[in-house]
């Protein structure tokens, strides 16, 4: 059974630094697309960026170039997304999910990890 | 980047009843767009992929059309757990971008 399983909620100040991860299984992790969705408190989906962690590959959206950093750890079939200057603006719900084989849609999601950045 | 516009943004039915909804792009993606459905507290569904493929595990009642720059999602008799928030998502072009999203409602 194919699984993401996110890390758990995180609150945060402004300023702080902060690293989520996205562990699959039950799947080649290494052969599948994985990427990252933003989720504003009430607002739509927004794509991110994402990641092919067999080659590292990744592509961002310009809304988040520069403002996150998006990884893997193929060892412990593991995907991360990174801030490394939290605002309050980032105050989301972000979920991870695996891309669909032979295309970019997301087929596998994550539970979502809630990130609250408050002073 | 590909603009995705849904609409309408809410729609109100009543069970039985047959859903409509639009999604238009900005610039033609050709038949590269995808349907999701997302509950409250849930993690979006994957729906139909490639603008009319249903998903593994989709209802027959879900069914999509269109190509180039127009595309429906269309729900044939509404069950009651359907009514949810629905997102298009275009994969014709970097970045993938979905649309801003269609909130079905109990009429």
């Known amino acids: 059974e194919v699984q993401l399983v996110q890390s758990g909620a995180e609150v945060k100040k402004p300023g702080e630094s902060l690293k989520i991860s996205c562990k699959g299984s039950g799947y080649s992790f290494t052969s599948y697309w994985i990427g990252w969705v933003r989720q504003m408190p009430g607002k739509g989906l927004e794509w991110m960026g994402i990641i092919y962690p067999g080659d590292s590959d990744t592509r961002y959206s310009p809304s988040f170039q520069g403002q996150v950093t998006i990884s893997a750890d193929k060892s412990i079939s593991t995907a991360y997304l990174q801030f490394s200057s939290l605002k309050a603006s980032d105050t989301a719900m972000y979920y991870c999910?695996?891309?669909?084989?032979?295309?970019?849609?997301?087929?596998?999601w994550g539970q979502g990890t809630l990130v609250t950045v408050s002073s | 980047e590909i603009v995705l516009t849904q609409s309408p943004a809410t729609l109100s039915l009543s069970p039985g009843e047959r859903a409509t909804l639009s999604c238009r792009a900005s610039q033609s993606v050709s038949s590269y767009l995808a349907w999701y459905q997302q509950k409250p507290g849930q993690a979006p569904r994957l729906l139909i992929y490639d603008a009319s493929n249903r998903a593994t595990g989709i209802p027959a009642r879900f069914s999509g059309s269109g190509s180039g720059a127009d595309f429906s999602l269309t729900i044939s008799s509404l069950e009651p757990e359907d009514f949810a928030v629905y997102y298009c998502?275009?994969?014709?072009?970097?970045?993938?971008?979905f649309g801003q999203g269609t909130k079905l409602e109990i009429k």
């Open positions: 998502q275009q994969r014709s072009s970097w970045p993938r971008t």
């Open positions: 999910a695996r891309t669909m084989s032979g295309t970019y849609y997301f087929d596998y």
